[in-house]
């Protein structure tokens, strides 16, 4: 075990699964790699990485960072405006249109269907609140993440250049 920490447990990882599987079936993988990618880095020693391989990983946590948290953001306003995907399909039916098939038998042969269902409003409120908890949220992984990004190092920088001075030139020419 490398003893990594992260700001989620198992309730934050199912509401975070739950609310985005809505939307986004693969930002619920981008946002969970995310995470153990920046609890990775963490942990890391940054002291054997060349300067090229430190700012190269640095820039891929930055736009793995930009595209989870688009991922996330994005969830909101189509979790709270949009209807949910159903994945409703054969028979020419359709999220809004159920069709059903009619078998011709006696009734004792088959068994009775039960069919619970909310109005759209219980996934709006349901959606609402998980909104409120992912921005309350996102404030806390916001602080962790800086805290692993920026563990030891945030960027190594080039060389200094030399300039030249104008003494140097005129020698030179």
Known sequence: RLGMAMPIGLTGWLLLGIGLS???????LIV???FFI???RGVMDTSGLTRLRFNVWQSVITVWAVISVVCLVSAIPMGLLSTPNMIVTG???WSHFYSFFQDRSTAALFPE?????VPMFAYRVV?????LWLANRLMT??????KSYSHQETWRPGAPKV???AASDSENG
């Open 141 to 146: 992984w916001a602080a962790w993440g800086w």
């Open 91 to 93: 028979n020419q039916s």
């Open 38 to 40: 920046l609890a990775y």
């Open 163 to 165: 300039k030249k001075s």
């Open 127 to 131: 959606m609402l609140a998980w909104s």
């Open 22 to 28: 809505t939307i986004n079936s693969y930002g619920v």
């Open 113 to 117: 269907a039960t069919v619970f269902s």
């Open 32 to 34: 969970a790699i995310f």
